[in-house]
């Protein structure tokens, strides 16, 4: 079946320690969403991709970084986590905008990042 | 600015009652999307429906029917027969234009818990 794949489920990282988590999907879909969910929250869009376009939103911190090689890949780089960057983070996707459902964001199971 | 008011934090039911959840949204563009998500304990975000702001049309999958009134800005959510499966955080989301930016606004989620 067509999915969005997040790797790994759970992770534990240290103060400062950098870590990177990865997403990939067989949907094709062009666009490719991170969020951040804290416990008890809505989930918070970080940035997407449109292809190889790179949108971050206004608020998200430069300590979160994110990388596309390709367009079935897209990982999320924490450089020097803190104990507030311990949530669940998603990733999404959808189509494009001219395609038939240009809106719907089809989410992976998350990864939850804890911080020691 | 976009925004989506889900004012039930938590509902508790019995096993086979029929629970509604609401959905208050604001937004200045007439053409817009709203969606309902869940999201189960294990964390996935499980995409519902989504409705366009040009269909009215009420819509019943199985035991989920929705509830879309532009007049009063709502889209609310009925489940019957709750089941405890049914337990999860139910999210309602608007996406608003193109234009407005490719992005999600998340309600602050309803939490269901069904008691056998």
């Known amino acids: 079946d067509a999915m969005v794949i997040q790797n790994p489920r759970y992770q534990v990282t240290q103060f400062g320690k950098p870590v990177t988590l990865s997403c990939s999907q067989t949907?094709?879909?062009?666009?490719m969403y991170w969020y951040q969910q804290k416990s008890s929250q809505a989930p918070k869009l970080l940035f997407h991709?449109?292809?190889?376009?790179?949108?971050n939103e206004a608020d998200t911190p430069d300590n979160f970084q994110s990388r596309r090689p390709n367009t079935s890949f897209c990982f999320l780089d924490i450089r020097s986590p803190g104990l507030g960057d311990a949530a669940m983070y998603l990733c999404?996707?959808?189509?494009?905008?001219?395609?038939?459902?240009?809106?719907?964001?089809?989410f992976g199971p998350g990864t939850r990042l804890t911080v020691l | 600015a976009q925004k989506v008011t889900q004012a039930q934090t938590e509902i508790s039911v019995v096993e086979k009652e029929d629970v509604t959840l609401d959905c208050v949204y604001e937004?200045?563009?007439?053409?817009?999307?709203l969606f309902w998500y869940k999201q189960p304990p294990s964390g996935e975000l499980v995409f519902l429906i989504r409705?366009?702001?040009?269909?009215?049309q009420n819509e019943i999958s199985g035991r989920y029917s929705w509830n879309f009134q532009k007049s009063t800005s709502s889209f609310n959510f009925t489940i019957t027969a709750s089941q405890v499966v049914d337990s999860a955080v139910y999210f309602c989301?608007?996406?608003?234009?193109?234009?407005?930016?490719?992005?999600?606004?998340f309600g602050g989620g309803t939490r269901v818990l069904v008691k056998p």
């Open positions: 999404a996707t959808s189509r494009p905008w001219a395609s038939g459902d240009p809106d719907t964001q089809y």
């Open positions: 949907l094709n879909h062009n666009v």
């Open positions: 991709y449109y292809d190889k376009d790179f949108n």
């Open positions: 937004t200045r563009d007439t053409t817009y999307y």
């Open positions: 409705r366009n702001s040009f269909d009215e």
């Open positions: 989301a608007l996406r608003g234009s193109w234009a407005a930016g490719n992005k999600l606004t």
